[in-house]
């Protein structure tokens, strides 16, 4: 039986996966540097300094590390000022009604971002106190795809990895929940997400039939 659910933030319940994209790819352009969504697929779920290695990579790139931290500053001070006028609305349809349900159902939840600017995101969307657990992104060494993550959300809930739900956007994070040795529920595109053991098109999809099913894995 499925005691517990881990989600992701950005992309999974809110659209930030969009704003991060948008940042990254402000920056691009003023490197000189050609970015595109596929691109950024593999971005996805990627901590910051990854996610800036990743893109100079692509350019053929090679920066100092006082120059990398500058730019990484730069797109997170573009990234906040999309987050800026977050507000409720922007929770995905049908993250408020599955929580109910995990609740109702005894599920315990735990949020499990890459995000250091998740708190404040949570903060917008007025959702602090949904979860029974928030990992601190600063707290994790080793980023996604590698399954930490995950573990410390499972052990903070009391939950053995494999009575978890994972559920991730980001290909990185996939492999990070089945690296834990979870289930993996995907949000997007199967072609995308191929180590996913389901994959959805949006969270709300997640409906009580579907949830039933999952519940009784
Ligand atoms: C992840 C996003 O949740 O957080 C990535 O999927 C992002 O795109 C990463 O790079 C780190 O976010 P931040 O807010 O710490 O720069
Ligand atoms: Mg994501």
């Given at each position: 039986m499925i005691q517990a659910f881990i989600f992701d933030l950005d992309g999974v319940l809110t659209d930030t996966a969009e704003y991060h994209f948008l940042a990254w790819q402000q920056l691009a352009t003023q490197l000189g540097i050609e970015f595109s969504r596929a691109d950024n697929e593999l971005l996805k779920g990627v901590d910051r300094m990854g996610s800036l290695e990743l893109i100079l990579q692509l350019g053929q790139k090679q920066l100092s590390l006082d120059e990398k931290l500058m730019l990484?500053?730069?797109?997170?001070?573009?990234?906040?000022?999309?987050?800026?006028?977050?507000?409720?609305?922007?929770?995905f349809p049908g993250v408020l009604p599955l929580f109910s349900s995990?609740?109702?159902?005894?599920?315990?939840?735990?949020?499990?971002?890459?995000?250091?600017?998740?708190?404040?995101?949570?903060q917008k969307l007025c959702i602090p106190d949904l979860f029974d657990y928030v990992a601190d992104s600063n707290l994790i060494k080793n980023g996604k795809p590698d399954p930490e993550i995950f573990l410390t959300c499972a052990q903070a809930l009391g939950v053995a990895p494999e009575r978890c739900i994972g559920v991730e956007d980001a290909p990185a994070g996939v492999t990070a929940i089945k690296a834990a040795g979870m289930y993996a529920l995907g949000i997007g595109e199967e072609h995308a997400l191929t180590q996913a053991d389901l994959v959805i098109p949006a969270i709300s999809a997640l409906d009580q039939t579907l949830l039933t099913k999952l519940l009784t894995l």
């Open positions: 990484a500053e730069q797109k997170n001070t573009e990234y906040l000022k999309l987050v800026e006028s977050m507000s409720p609305a922007d929770l995990l609740k109702a159902a005894g599920v315990k939840t735990a949020l499990a971002s890459a995000s250091k600017n998740a708190a404040l995101v949570l």
